[in-house]
């Protein structure tokens, strides 16, 4: 049997029955670690499939087994995620959120039906292969600590042993039919950063009686942002942002507190400490200085994500015997995170992307907007380039 073959013939035929479930899951979304109807949506579609080893791990996932001949030569597992987001979806489509206020704005939807459809087809290979397939449904993602986090605690990484990992993520800048591999350090970790900055507040017109929060936090915020023009490696990836400022005072009134929560990312652990050490000195010192004082916390978040090189260069490379040279691209360094990068700290893994732009249909939103939606199309490269890649790691 030429498994190439098959699998793409596979992927055309299951495409309208994919892009139905994938519009069933984003019509209803749930938010991350409360995917109980999507878990058990997802193992509904398992059973039907005929796959009966199925386990519960960090409370709504789901990890499933494909035993093929000789199932202990070597196990790849594949990844999906399923949760949402908090992000009312304005999109005029039959599949629109039916949960007020909560959207699947970044894939997952897409994720998960790829991955169902990537297991229907090789349960009906699994008498093609050696080895074993291992299904990881993730819940999650979007919300520390990392649903991966969680999994690998409760062992999803045994029980068998996994060998390698992938997984793949929508990508809004490229076009459907493309997808796109980078070896080596790909995405940032990140922190959360929250801040309090007290000072004494009182009326506007009399500011020598108080001690001004919104000043101290003016010369914090310059200041802050030294930690990557002056103290980072400049060929070290850095981003210090802060989105949220909130001072609740008036024309006339100096608030008490002013209140900031910010993200820190890079792509180097030692550097990463020490930005954190930094940022606190700086903060403590300026309050300090100015007759204040600050509460700075920083929430540890993902760690960066490498992708192995030589598996992600033979993924590449599997790619390019499945889809043609021209479909698949070169990746640049992402600075947003992906809890995908516990698993790559762990086994050798490849995170990869999937393309799903149509600008002629004017499916061009990023994700983590209320209008993203995707080129149904993309999911028949999803499903097929899964199913493809799990048989060329475990012919190894």
């Keep these: 049997m030429d498994l190439k073959e098959h699998i793409r013939k596979a992927s055309s035929d ?37 796959i009966s080893s199925i386990q519960t791990l960090a409370n709504t996932g789901r990890v499933a087994l494909i035993e093929g001949k000789n199932p202990g030569k070597r196990v790849v597992a594949l990844r999906a995620d399923m949760d949402a987001l908090p992000i009312t979806e304005q999109n005029e489509v039959p599949y629109k959120s039916c949960n007020e206020g909560v959207m699947h704005a970044c894939g997952h939807d897409v994720h998960t039906s790829s991955l169902l459809g990537a297991a229907r087809i090789l349960f009906s290979l699994r008498d093609h292969f050696e080895g074993t397939v291992k299904l990881v449904f993730q819940p999650g993602e979007e919300k ?25 993520h929508v990508m809004p800048l490229l076009p459907a039919g493309k997808v796109g591999f980078r070896p080596g350090l790909y995405m940032a970790s990140t922190d959360e950063i929250y801040v309090t900055v007290k000072g004494k507040g009182g009326h506007g017109a009399m500011p020598h009686f108080n001690i001004d929060p919104v000043m101290i936090t003016a010369q914090m ?60 000195k700086i903060a403590t010192g300026i309050a300090e200085s ?11 978040g993902y760690p960066f994500l490498k992708n192995d090189e030589v598996l992600t260069k033979t993924a590449k490379q599997n790619a390019i015997d499945y889809l043609g040279a021209e479909q698949v691209v070169d990746l640049d360094i992402w600075m947003a995170a992906e809890d995908f990068s516990f698993y790559s700290q762990e086994v050798p ?48």
């Design 14 to 50: 299951l495409l309208s029955s994919v892009t139905q479930l994938r519009r069933q899951l984003h019509a209803n979304p749930e938010l991350s670690f409360k995917e109980f109807k999507t878990a058990a949506f997802v193992e509904e579609e398992l059973k039907a499939i005929g």
């Design 144 to 168: 520390l600590p990392g649903g991966a986090s969680l999994m690998i605690k409760e062992g999803v990484l045994k029980n068998p042993g996994v060998h390698t990992m992938l997984g793949q």
């Design 290 to 300: 100015m007759g204040g004082s600050v509460d700075f916390k920083i929430m540890k």
């Design 221 to 280: 915020l310059t200041a802050l942002q030294q930690v990557v023009s002056r103290h980072a490696n400049p060929t070290i990836p850095s981003v210090l942002s802060f989105g949220k400022v909130i001072a609740n005072g008036a024309t006339n009134v100096i608030p008490n507190e002013v209140y900031l929560e910010g993200t820190f990312r890079t792509l180097d652990e030692k550097w990463r400490a020490e930005a954190h050490r930094l940022m606190v």
């Design 349 to 396: 893994s490849c995170f990869y992307r999937l393309g799903t732009r149509n600008e002629a249909r004017g499916i061009v939103s990023s994700v983590h907007t209320p209008t993203f939606d995707i080129d149904e199309s993309a999911l028949e490269i999803g499903m097929g380039l899964m199913a493809w890649q799990a048989v060329c790691e475990l012919s190894k």
